[in-house]
């Protein structure tokens, strides 16, 4: 079955850096878009960053551009989320997700993991 596995949160000070992977299983890893999204307690789930199935077209929300980079690696099966400059307001549990980009352009998931909590404070 399909599974996604995230890893790599944890604490870190604002400013600082960490890098999510997710690692993909169940399903042929090239044929779909990945993506990241993230939740805040009281707040709506967001997407953070998508990729297409080969890496060539990336989205990103407006408040990580610039700060976060997702990048994939088709021969393990995984897509990564540097995570650079961080600040409080990053704190979140953040997913991966599976899906693909709809003609208009809206990113649809259809599979998700089990989430990877990123907290930034000092």
């Known amino acids: 079955q399909v599974q996604l596995v995230e890893s790599g949160g944890g604490l870190v000070q604002p400013g600082g850096s960490l890098r999510l992977s997710c690692a993909a299983s169940g399903f042929p890893f090239s044929n779909y878009a990945m993506s990241w999204y993230r939740q805040a307690p009281g707040k709506e789930r967001e997407l953070v960053a998508d990729i297409s199935s080969f890496g060539g077209i990336r989205g990103y929300a407006d408040s990580v551009k610039g700060r976060f980079t997702i990048s994939r690696d088709n021969a393990k099966n995984t897509v990564y989320l540097q995570m650079n400059s961080l600040k409080p307001e990053d704190t979140a549990e953040y997913y991966c997700?599976?899906?693909?980009?709809?003609?208009?352009?809206?990113?649809?998931?259809?599979?998700w993991g089990q989430g990877t909590q990123v907290t930034v404070s000092s």
């Open positions: 997700t599976r899906g693909w980009r709809t003609a208009g352009g809206k990113y649809v998931a259809d599979a």
